[in-house]
């Protein structure tokens, strides 16, 4: 902290609005200032206290030795230190110098008759914070202690609350569950928590502050640029094997394959700007999560679906997929030629449209959703060329886990046409 030798002017000093500021940020909104007021003359603790309570904003605790206040201060809770230098047995100074010994930070002004130089260089080198000397117009004089006190209270509160705040988003970087770093806009890490140095095996006191060392290097196995490099240098070129998914020119998310040990593996990464408190770029951060898992089992699967999808489409019976409503959401080859039209002529239809009897179509929703198969339920289909086909439609349906219908799967099968019956007359046994 610095010391401020306050100088009585002769006029009210006006407080600026410097700790107005710093009292709107500190978090205390009107809480009282407790002050501990050490004085060995009586008259000088009664008037104090009198005008600081006056202003609204003071509790004033006097003390009249030095050994009273450090008791004071043992079982009492205070905001700033007000003393006097000449006292007694333990003067102000010794006072001062007990109470920063303790590890006390407390905003300690020295208010005193005395104003020699060495006196203020003595105080400053102890840890005053301010030095008021008494005597001129008692109402700027306390105007001017109102004023310092304010300042030195709320700068120390506001100090406190920044430090809690940085040690607080501190512990949340520490322990935020993905791999994560931040670097300057010169590209040198200035963060590097606990989930990366898991994953690199890389300390943070190894890189933090060095120069020259590229995070790709131990995150993807070589030199090249991360998604930090890439928002900050403008001329580093995105490489192939950065799958972007997100590009908005303030933030970058991509999927990047890379070599782990002799096998590939796959990473999300996502980087945004750093800014500092005026809004302007200060660096890059950069998250990463292995999805090595993920991204094999979404390649099974989708192997695997077009695996069933190849099944269903070298299937020789037509195959139908309808929904609860029997609208047709899918069908297969073997469906198109027989109706002949393509699948977009077929999807989004609903089943009654391909029927000559489309009341053959009732009830097929109401077995099905009792748990129910259809089978042998009987069709007459209308091609899209107006020509009639005859067909058995057999029917199950995929119910959820409420036990509602999601959708039906249907297959159509052609008869035979009884031995000895023309094909001309086979619908009349329909």
């Known amino acids: 902290m610095f010391l401020h030798t306050a100088q009585n002017s002769g006029s009210e000093s006006q407080p600026d609005n410097e700790y107005s500021c710093l009292k709107a940020i500190s978090g205390v909104d009107d809480e009282r200032i407790k002050v501990l007021l050490v004085d060995d003359e ?136 993905d791999p994560t770093y931040a670097v300057n806009r010169d590209g040198v890490v200035i963060a590097w928590n606990r989930a990366i140095e898991e994953m690199t095996g890389v300390h943070a006191g190894d890189v933090v502050g060095r120069k020259g060392f590229n995070p790709s290097e131990v995150l993807y196995g070589t ?65 990463v999560r292995d999805i090595t898992e993920w991204k094999v089992a979404e390649m099974k699967l989708k192997r695997m679906n077009e695996y069933r999808k190849a099944l269903i489409e070298s299937h020789i019976d037509p195959l139908v997929t309808l929904s609860p409503d029997l609208r047709i959401t899918d069908v297969n080859g073997a469906t198109e030629k027989l109706l002949g039209c393509g699948r977009e002529d077929i999807v989004n239809c609903h089943l009654r449209e391909w029927l000559l009897n489309p009341e053959a179509a009732d009830g097929i929703f109401g077995s099905l959703a009792d748990g129910k198969a259809v089978r042998d339920h009987r069709l007459n289909v209308l091609k899209k060329s107006g020509e009639k086909i005859a067909a058995y439609l057999y029917a199950t349906a995929y119910l959820d886990a409420e036990g509602d219908v999601k959708c039906i799967f249907a297959e159509l099968h052609e008869p035979l046409p009884f031995m000895g019956v023309p094909d001309d007359l086979w619908w009349l046994s329909m």
């Open 42 to 177: 009586s008259g000088v603790l009664d008037v104090t206290k009198i005008f600081l309570e006056k202003k609204g904003n003071f509790i004033v605790k006097c003390c009249n030795s030095a050994e009273m206040a450090l008791r004071e201060l043992e079982c009492g809770c205070y905001d700033a230190v007000v003393s006097d230098y000449g006292m007694p047995g333990m003067n102000g100074l010794e006072l001062l110098f007990e109470i920063r010994s303790s590890g006390s930070d407390i905003p300690f002004i020295f208010f005193t008759g005395k104003g020699r130089e060495e006196v203020v260089i003595e105080a400053i080198n102890n840890g005053a914070d301010y030095y008021i000397r008494k005597g001129g117009d008692p109402k700027s004089l306390f105007a001017e202690l109102s004023h310092v006190m304010t300042e030195a209270v709320y700068s120390r509160r506001y100090e406190v609350s920044a430090g809690n705040s940085d040690r607080f988003i501190s512990g949340l970087f520490h322990h935020l569950p």
């Open 223 to 287: 030199g090249r640029p991360s998604l930090a490099d890439l928002l900050l240098n403008s001329g580093a070129v995105m490489p192939d094997n950065y799958n972007t998914t997100t590009n908005s020119g303030s933030m970058i998310i991509a999927e990047i394959s890379t070599m782990q040990s002799g096998e590939l593996s796959y990473m999300r990464a996502k980087g945004t700007y750093l800014y500092d408190g005026d809004g302007s770029v200060a660096g890059a951060i950069e998250s």
